[in-house]
């Protein structure tokens, strides 16, 4: 299983960028497949997560700012970030893993991309 991000950067805030995950190596179609992130000296903290189903969660505090999506056919998770802050710096991860309801529990990990904003 390969999870490969990419579109992180520099910003000025208040910019927008948008990060790309694809995904290999096995059926995702019933996966809650997400973004994390992992900011200087922090730990490593949800961001989005979006379920089969389309049902999409985030932290509060990129609510309204952040939008989820994915592509079941092309195996694809974005993170669409608008009005981005400097507190939004750090090294964004993507992730999929097993759902609620299966009984096999499993999950992976991408890469990360570096997305810095500037003040």
């Known amino acids: 299983v390969q999870l490969q991000a990419c579109g992180g950067g520099l910003v000025q805030a208040g910019g927008s960028l948008r990060l790309s995950c694809a995904a290999s190596?096995?059926?995702?179609?019933?996966?809650?497949m997400g973004w994390y992130r992992q900011g200087p000296g922090k730990q490593r903290e949800l961001v989005a997560t979006?379920?089969?189903?389309?049902?999409?969660k985030y932290v509060d505090s990129v609510e309204g700012r952040f939008t989820i999506s994915r592509d079941a056919v092309k195996n694809m998770v974005y993170l669409q970030m608008d009005s981005l802050k400097p507190e939004d710096t750090a090294v964004y991860f993507c992730n999929t893993k097993s759902p609620r309801w299966s009984n096999v529990r499993y999950e992976y990990w991408g890469q990360g991309t570096l997305v810095t904003v500037s003040s």
């Open positions: 979006v379920t089969s189903g389309g049902t999409m």
């Open positions: 190596g096995r059926r995702f179609s019933s996966d809650t």
